[in-house]
């Protein structure tokens, strides 16, 4: 079994992927609901507040920070975990086991783990998560896209060495790219324009010079959302579709390479 069939597998059986999935759609349709040129938003404020509501939905339905379950009852304080959502939001969040998710950061950079596996966000341009320029990332998500890649594996750069060479030297240089948890990234993207996402898991691969920007990457808004599961404290859920229109949304043409290239920054 390849590693992308064994992590996706296992953290899609225990609804993280679905977690992921929710909390980006979740954020990004409430930053385009709130967008408005005319109060003075800007490319820099969409990609702002998409970045920080994911964090927040991320924190909700995986029950860290704030959020976390204080006692025996995992549907304690729901008004925390349910202010500012939408009916939607709430109906379809996933419910997943407590402590099954943990904060997890990475010298200063938000994450979240799930046993030995942590996970981190990244931006990109939409349409470019397989060129995603690691290079010109922070020196943490640098310095995760050169973890080594388990698979396939690599010839030895020390052919021909004694043995008790070959080790220290192995050794020496594992250690420089290893980090405490086996870590991957979360990439999002947005087209503010067509309101298009996209959204991966994957493992990354430093890619100096240009080049392919992982090693594998799975695509996670392909799949079904997943269903709520939480209970509302006896309030009716609704049986049919919202009849509330959406809010309208307006971006000027000729910001369109300027909105896509500032709203996709380091986050």
């Known amino acids: 079994m390849s590693e992308q069939q064994d992590v996706i597998g296992e953290i899609g059986e225990v609804k993280i992927l679905a977690g ?41 339905v995986f029950a860290c920070e704030r959020y976390a379950v204080s006692s025996g009852n995992d549907d304690a304080d729901l008004d925390l ?16 086991e407590p402590g099954l998710v943990r904060r997890s950061n990475l010298n200063g950079s938000p994450g979240w783990a799930h046993g030995a596996r942590r996970f981190l966000l990244a931006s990109a341009v ?28 690599q010839p030895s750069l020390f052919e021909g060495l004694a043995d008790e060479e070959v080790g220290g030297l192995e050794a020496a240089l594992s250690a420089e790219f290893d980090l405490d948890l086996a870590t991957f990234v979360v990439a999002h993207s947005l087209d503010p ?26 695509d996670l808004l392909t799949a079904p959302p997943a269903d709520g599961g939480r209970r509302t404290d006896d309030a009716p859920l609704p ?20 909105s896509r290239d500032r709203s996709n920054g380091d986050r």
């Open 193 to 218: 324009l067509s309101q298009q996402m996209e959204l991966a898991f994957g493992r990354p691969r430093l890619n100096t010079g240009g080049g392919q920007a992982w090693h594998w990457r799975q």
């Open 81 to 96: 975990l349910y202010a500012e959502l939408s009916d939607q939001d709430i109906r379809t969040m996933p419910k997943l």
């Open 239 to 258: 049986t049919g579709p919202n009849a509330v229109p959406d809010a309208p949304v307006r971006l000027r043409r000729e910001a369109d390479k300027q």
């Open 126 to 153: 939409f349409g470019k998560l397989d060129e995603l320029p690691w290079p010109q990332k922070s020196p943490t998500k640098q310095r995760v896209a050169r973890q080594r890649n388990p698979e396939p594996p």
């Open 20 to 60: 992921l999935r929710w909390a980006y759609v979740s954020a990004t349709t409430r930053s385009l609901e709130t967008f408005s040129e005319g109060d003075g938003h800007d490319a820099a404020w969409l990609g702002n507040t998409r970045f920080t509501l994911f964090r927040n939905r991320l924190d909700r």
